[in-house]
């Protein structure tokens, strides 16, 4: 077993593929990526937030105090349109971000105690909540100072003002710290990316185990072999294993060390939690990984048997990537926590156990939970791919 193993190790590492796959980009490609749209992300919805936006009102003398508010915003710059000038094509031509409409009346209406309605015209396909976000923001700011000019015409003091604006309020206070806060986020995505480089890392080597045997001819010399087929099955099911979890392994730490250097440029918070993260939590997480690399490795060197040719076996094992996210994405759903159920179904426990790493919050004795279903799973897939090597017709379709 061990003989074909440094075998089978020996060329893959040889080859630039396995390496791009395995090393690169797990451990530059993926990191640096996630590091740069992070830091990107930021810097856009800070500008989206602060970039100065053109704006037109319709009727600005029926609201003059609103059509104040907006001019004293630095963050707007009206622009006079002219009265044959279409509000759909100002706003296409990119004129305007938006066009408030003030219908005739507000103003009076406003002092008659009665509410006043406005017309927001803008792109949303575009613009997103954006446009209607700061708009909202300078409606309402004008909205609260009409509300308390008019209560304080009723010289109620500041306790009967309260009463007024809001007879009951709630007082939040959370008993998940900011490390649960912000890692509830973090941990979700976490083992979408460890998933996916598990697969795709052992992907492309299974079909040179497998199909790619087929294809250069040296599947029938294994097989010819004095040695048993379980230990041929092994040897390259720990070749696969070996590949996935070193590619997983090594974007963790790749990860960790690029969050905590240059984290705080992207997100201060996320930062801190990746500093966080003890050394026993990161064994922690690479332990889950284990299973979950074998189970893929046991699954797609099944299909690279199965397969007649390189071509067939890439097609197969295409849908693998959805079968591996479906249940990654179940682990994000709201409602969707750890407990004795979520520990037994495959993947999801994985995942949702990650997810309590990050926060800080795993229960240790269910990890105990987590890893026997897990390897139980992965041991009754390494036996079925065992059988499935045996059988001749499936070695020889053709």
């Known amino acids: 077993m061990w003989t ?20 690169l980009i797990p451990v530059f490609a993926i990191p640096v990526l996630t590091l740069g749209f992070g830091f990107i992300a930021t ?17 600005a003398p029926n609201a003059p105090g609103l059509s104040e508010e907006f001019a004293k915003d630095k963050r707007f710059r009206e622009v006079r349109l002219s009265p044959a000038t ?3 094509k100002a706003i296409e031509d990119d004129t305007v971000k938006f066009v408030l409409e003030v219908p005739p009346g507000l103003d009076t209406a406003l002092q008659a105690n009665q509410q006043a309605r406005l017309r927001l015209h803008f792109n949303a396909a575009s613009s997103g909540d954006v446009t209607r976000k700061r708009v909202s923001a300078v409606v309402e700011a004008y909205g609260k100072k009409l509300r308390e000019q008019q209560l304080s015409s009723l010289q109620l003091n500041q306790s009967q003002l309260d009463f007024v604006l809001l007879p009951i309020a709630i007082d939040e206070q959370s008993t998940a710290n900011q490390r649960e806060r912000i890692g509830a986020l973090a941990g979700g995505i976490l083992p979408y990316f460890l998933m996916i480089v598990c697969l795709m890392a052992a992907m492309y080597p299974s079909i040179d185990l497998g199909a790619g045997e087929k294809e250069n001819g040296t599947l029938e010399t294994l097989l010819l072999a004095p040695i048993p087929r379980s230990h041929a099955v092994m040897g390259k099911f720990m070749v ?45 997480l690479a332990l889950m990984l284990l299973p979950a690399c074998a189970m893929f490795a046991s699954v797609l060197l099944s ?72 390897i139980l799973i992965a041991g009754a897939l390494l036996m079925w791919c065992r059988w499935w090597f045996s059988r001749e017709e499936v070695l020889f379709r053709d």
């Not at 190790?9 to 796959?21: A, D, H, P, Q, V």
């Not at 590949?243 to 090594?250: D, K, R």
């Open 86 to 88: 279409s509000v759909k």
């Open 240 to 284: 696969l294993l070996t590949i996935g979890f070193t590619s997983s392994v090594l974007m963790v730490a790749s990860i960790g060390v690029l969050f905590g250097l240059f984290g705080s440029a992207v997100d201060r918070d996320l930062a801190e939690i990746a500093s966080a993260i003890s050394f026993t939590d990161l064994c922690a």
């Open 303 to 374: 299909m690279s048997i199965y397969a007649r040719s390189y071509k067939e076996a890439s097609g197969m094992m295409q849908p693998m990537l959805m079968l591996t996210i479906l249940p990654v994405v179940l682990a994000m759903l709201p409602g969707v926590e750890l407990n004795w159920m979520w520990a037994t179904v495959p993947l999801t426990n994985i995942a949702l156990a990650m997810k309590e790493v990050v926060k800080g919050t795993l229960d240790y004795r269910m990890l105990v939970m987590i890893m026997s279903s897990s």
């Open 4 to 23: 074909i193993y440094l075998k089978e190790m020996r060329e893959l590492l040889g080859e630039t593929k396995t390496l791009i796959f395995t090393v």
């Open 43 to 59: 810097k856009l919805s800070e500008q989206a937030r602060n970039n100065v936006m053109e704006y037109a009102i319709i009727g």
